[in-house]
């Protein structure tokens, strides 16, 4: 099953007050960016035919795979100058590379890379930039068995603010952390079929214009997870992404373990 993945953003809330071309996938943690790390956790579920949606710092993901590596993330042998690798990241993958444009929304980089789907039914879709230990299997054979056009993953709300309930006078009645609230938020992890094309326009969005529209059809399902997620919109987020994966504190990282999760909502 081919998978996109949304690359092109500019990442602005990573950058730390310093100018920089490089993409928010291309953020590190470990000795690989995020979305090697986001491939690999498709990989390890058996998807590894590539689409990647491209538009800021293209170059950056394009030498990355260009002059892939496989010695950073691979135990090998080194014997009379020669390398022998002990396993592959990568060897089996196929990777479509596609401008979509600098500024171009989510739905219309999806748009600009439809032909390269060569007519799959259902596909799977991406931010490349959130990591998750979710039983991806389970998400695809739900929705399959659905008559919806989209799916999403789902998730309780990361905020650790606070909501208040208060009267007409100001007297509070309840404090609620938003976490505890009855809410979700979009995971970034989608599956979709062809006829999602149908809802979004010209420069339009997934979420806003595509899944807005399938869900006043009653064609949209959640998929809801309460496992591991992780997102990396800040330079915070990444960091303790890249520290936990220092210490051996890896979730997502399903392939090192090749253990599968089955916990949803």
Known sequence: MKVVLFCGGYGMRMRNGTASDVPKPMQMVGPRPLI?????????????????????????????FLNYSETASNDFVLKGGRTELLSTDIADWSITFVQTGIESAIGERLRRVRRFLDGDEIFLA???????????????????????????????PQSSFHCVEMDEGGR???????????????GGYFVLRQDVFDHIPAGGDLVAD???????????????????????DTVKERAALDEAYAKGDRPWALWETGHRTARTA
């Open 210 to 232: 595509g899944c807005a529209e399938l869900a006043k059809r009653g064609r949209l399902l959640a998929y809801p997870y309460r496992g591991f997620w992780k997102p990396t």
């Open 126 to 156: 991406n931010y490349a930039d959130v990591l998750t230990d979710a039983p991806l299997p389970e998400m695809i054979d739900r929705f399959a068995a659905s008559d919806a056009g989209a799916s999403m993953m789902v998730v309780p």
């Open 36 to 64: 090697w790390h986001v491939m690999r956790y498709y990989a390890h579920f058996g998807h590894t035919d590539f689409i990647l949606a491209l538009g800021y710092g293209a170059h950056h993901i394009k030498d990355f």
């Open 172 to 186: 509070v009645g309840s404090i609620t952390a938003v976490s505890e609230m009855p809410l979700w938020e979009n």
